[in-house]
């Protein structure tokens, strides 16, 4: 499946579509049946996050130039990932953030009411120290462990 991973400095039309003469797709026609990874997502200029919503709802990009109409999937996963605050050390457990909370409420509001009802789950990561990390005691599941657990999801739900 396709992957496509723009860059938070993406203009409009490098999202959704278009630019100058010749209209060309944009990564959410690109990552068609695939996902469209927003990173650092309240980086992304909001005249671009907006333009998502149009494709997300439907399906397809329209653009409409002087020499006719042209039309570009675009059903995709969207998954977003965005720090809690602009310095990224925000962290119920320790005070490394100093981003005065009105910084950290105009951060967040970068990602609008209307965008963010489509997305349908939202996932909370605490954050984990570098000593966490490296513990020499700390392992996780093997990757055999997991690809079963994923093989029973996926027998499950067919």
């Known amino acids: 499946a396709p ?33 469209l990874f927003l990173d650092e997502t309240p ?30 999937p675009a059903r995709f996963q969207m998954v977003l990932a965005a720090n809690p605050c602009p310095c990224g050390r925000f962290s119920q457990r ?10 950290i409420r105009r951060y967040q ?3 609008s009411g209307p965008l963010l009802d489509r ?3 939202r996932v909370e990561v605490d954050r984990v120290t570098r000593s966490e ?6 392992r996780g599941e093997s990757t055999e462990t997991v690809a079963d657990r994923v093989r029973a999801a996926r027998e499950r739900a067919a």
């Open 109 to 111: 509001a970068r990602l």
């Open 43 to 72: 980086e992304f200029s909001s005249q671009a996050l907006d333009a998502l919503r149009q494709p997300l709802e439907a399906g397809h990009v329209v653009i409409a130039r002087s020499a006719g109409v042209v039309r570009f």
């Open 119 to 121: 997305v349908d789950l």
């Open 94 to 103: 320790d005070d490394l953030c100093e981003c005065p909370p009105s910084m």
């Open 3 to 35: 992957y496509c991973a723009p860059h938070h400095s993406a203009t409009m039309p490098a999202l959704v579509g278009g630019g100058q003469g010749i209209a060309r797709p944009g990564a959410v026609s690109l990552a068609h049946r695939g996902v």
């Open 133 to 138: 990390l490296t513990e020499r005691g700390a």
